[in-house]
């Protein structure tokens, strides 16, 4: 009903002074006729037009206009999906929402479709060791100019060490070899890597060799067999770098921060839901020692490896032979 049928009844009731006769002629009730002739004497024709619904207070509700930005704000500026934006939220303003409830708003403000390129995939079979520490995938990615991040993640956990080095070569990789023994709460059987020549440095292979840590290189071009340590790379470039103030000198304690959320607090949908340390924690008694790896540990069958695959191949195959 508008507000000019709404005078009309007001008028009426003010010629007849029936307030009986108004609800009958006009199809209304008592309390109806009531409302808008004390709204139309306080504030005129004004007072006859309709007004919001909304509640003054919201007591159920679950997010609220501060929110709500931040979720759109997070949204339109980095492309994040309903998941990552639960993460940031909770690791940037300690804000804990539900997925439909961030889902909610992006409806509300019509931004819950978010167009990505489709990624082709070179098969959909996934796999995840049993072990903790069985095997341990690593990876380099670079940052920026004389800024590398290498990575470590454990495949049966996704539990995770990383460090920065201003390059890629046989030092750096030794000094990160030496955090992610140190980092791993549980004792590493193999490393498995790209063929990039900062794996395949002498210095690096006898180090695995001496700590018992078989090296399994994957084959060329076949990123997917990294796929664990090529994801959490990815997970690093859309959700931690873009937040990292350069001009503080701090990057590294930034980046500790960075992995200590990741380890303890992020949730993960390939560990259905858990974070890496509470799915540690579940497998705990599946870790065997130190002492139990290092005797199963065959140095007859270990070697060093050579970054030319076909050559490293045929040297292999020539050694089984005998």
Request: charge should be positive.
């Amino acid at each position: 009903m508008n507000a000019k049928a709404r005078l009309g009844w007001v008028k009426l009731y003010e010629r007849t002074g029936n307030a009986t006769l108004v609800c009958r002629r006009c199809g209304i009730s008592a309390p109806t006729l009531r409302k808008w002739v004390r709204r139309y004497a306080a504030e005129g024709e004004a007072g006859l037009e309709d007004r919001s619904r909304r509640p003054k207070t919201s007591p159920q509700r679950r997010v609220f206009a501060e929110q709500e930005r931040l979720i759109l704000e997070l949204r339109r500026s980095r492309k994040l999906g309903i998941k990552r934006l639960r993460n940031e939220l909770l690791r940037l303003h300690g804000l804990k929402l539900a997925l439909g409830t961030i889902h909610a708003v992006l409806v509300r403000h019509g931004e819950n479709r978010l167009r990505r390129p489709k990624l082709n995939r070179k098969g959909s079979k996934r796999y995840s060791r049993p072990v903790p520490g069985e095997r341990v995938q690593m990876d380099v990615c670079k940052i920026g100019s004389r800024l590398y991040q290498y990575t470590a993640v454990d495949d049966c956990t996704r539990y995770r060490v990383l460090g920065l080095a201003s390059d890629k070569t046989a030092a750096s990789t030794l000094a990160f070899l030496d955090r992610v023994i140190g980092g791993m709460p549980f004792p590493i059987q193999r490393i498995q890597t790209d063929r990039g020549a900062e794996f395949f440095a002498y210095e690096v292979q006898e180090r695995l060799m001496r700590e018992r840590i078989r090296f399994r290189p994957i084959r060329p071009r076949s990123p997917h067999l990294n796929g664990k340590v090529e994801r959490s790379q990815r997970t690093d470039l859309e959700e931690f770098w873009p937040t990292v103030d350069f001009s503080k000198s701090d990057v590294e304690g930034q980046l500790a921060a960075w992995v200590s959320f990741y380890n303890h607090e992020r949730p993960h949908d390939s560990l259905d839901g858990l974070t890496p340390a509470q799915r540690l924690a579940e497998l705990r008694s599946r870790i065997p020692s130190a002492r139990v790896i290092a005797a199963a540990y065959d140095a007859t069958k270990e070697d060093f490896r050579t970054r030319h695959y076909l050559f490293d191949q045929a040297v292999r195959e020539v050694k089984a032979s005998r």
